[in-house]
Every structure is written in structure tokens, then in C-alpha cells.
């Protein structure tokens, strides 16, 4: 399965654990601060989409389009789009949305959780649990620059 992330290109990709520090710092949807995950797409488009959402264009740094690569035979679960609360959506999002993937990292029975995407609602996203033991038969390709279309700028 490749999934794909845009990063910021000055940062280091090498590893999830590499790609979990700004999550973890900051805290996302899916998962609390101090909860190590990376955030991935099943397109480059969702991807793109789910970085311009939250990009400050004043500040906005070189991103690089990030391929993740894992091997077809590891499991995933899933989140059920109509379990969620009817809030779900709502920005900021609603803390029982970090609590459900604090408690999946928690108990670590899966490398990937499949979630909707808020940005792309027919989408979905990927989280990578970094501290599972498979993380480390993923791997990460920097498969080259990505500049944001000028166009999109608000």
C-alpha cells in the first residue's frame, strides 16, 4: 500500500518516528499532544488538500511530497464514519476524536487506522502508529518538491 504526506522540506524524512514529531508536539484530530502518529493520505490530492487547509501562506515553507510505503500483508482498522459523533466535522474537532486515536495507539493491534478525511469527506486518511512494532517496514521516499499553485492563495 503507498500513502502519501506532504512535509515540510527542511525536516529530516527517514523514518514514522521522524514523521510523528510535529503531531505529537502540536496534538491533531486523531490524537492528543504527546501521542506519536503520523498523518498520511490515500492521494496525493487528499493530501494536499488536508495541508492547504491548515497552511499560513505568510509562512508557508517548501513542502516536499512524501511517498509511504507498507508492505500489503500488515493490518488495518478502521473507523466507521457513522460511529463518529454527528460533531465530528467541526473545527476545532471534538476531543472524543483524539481520545479514540490516543486509545488506538494505546493499544497498538494495528500499524494503520483509516479515518475519514474532514477536508475531503468522500476521502480518507491514514494514521501510522510510529511505536508499532511493523513501523519500521515501512518506508519513506522523498519523491520530489511540491509547490502550492499560486492560485489557491486566499
Known amino acids: 500500500m503507498r500513502l502519501f504526506r506532504l512535509a515540510k522540506a527542511r525536516h529530516e524524512h527517514t523514518s514514522l518516528e521522524n514523521e510523528s514529531v510535529g503531531a505529537q508536539r ?3 484530530r486523531w490524537n492528543s499532544k504527546g501521542t506519536a502518529v503520523v498523518y498520511s493520505s490515500c492521494t496525493i490530492a487528499t493530501a494536499a ?3 492547504l487547509v491548515r497552511l499560513d501562506w505568510d509562512l508557508a515553507p ?3 511530497l512524501l511517498a509511504i510505503d507498507v508492505p500489503g500483508n500488515l493490518e488495518m482498522d478502521v ?3 457513522r460511529a463518529l459523533p454527528r460533531n465530528w466535522m467541526d473545527f476545532p474537532a471534538p476531543g472524543t476524536l483524539a481520545g479514540i486515536g490516543d486509545e488506538w495507539v494505546k493499544q497498538g493491534h494495528a500499524l494503520m487506522l483509516e479515518v475519514p478525511s474532514v477536508a475531503s469527506p468522500y476521502e480518507r486518511n491514514v ?3 510510529p511505536a508499532h512494532p511493523d513501523a519500521g517496514r ?3 521516499t522523498v519523491l520530489g518538491p511540491y509547490p502550492f499553485d499560486g ?3 486566499p
Do not use: K
Open 79 to 81: 473507523i466507521d464514519q
Open 49 to 51: 488538500l488536508e495541508t
Open 62 to 64: 517548501a513542502f516536499v
Open 127 to 129: 494514521l501510522l502508529n
Open 138 to 140: 515501512c518506508s519513506i
Open 151 to 153: 492560485r489557491l492563495e
Open 26 to 28: 502540536a496534538g491533531g
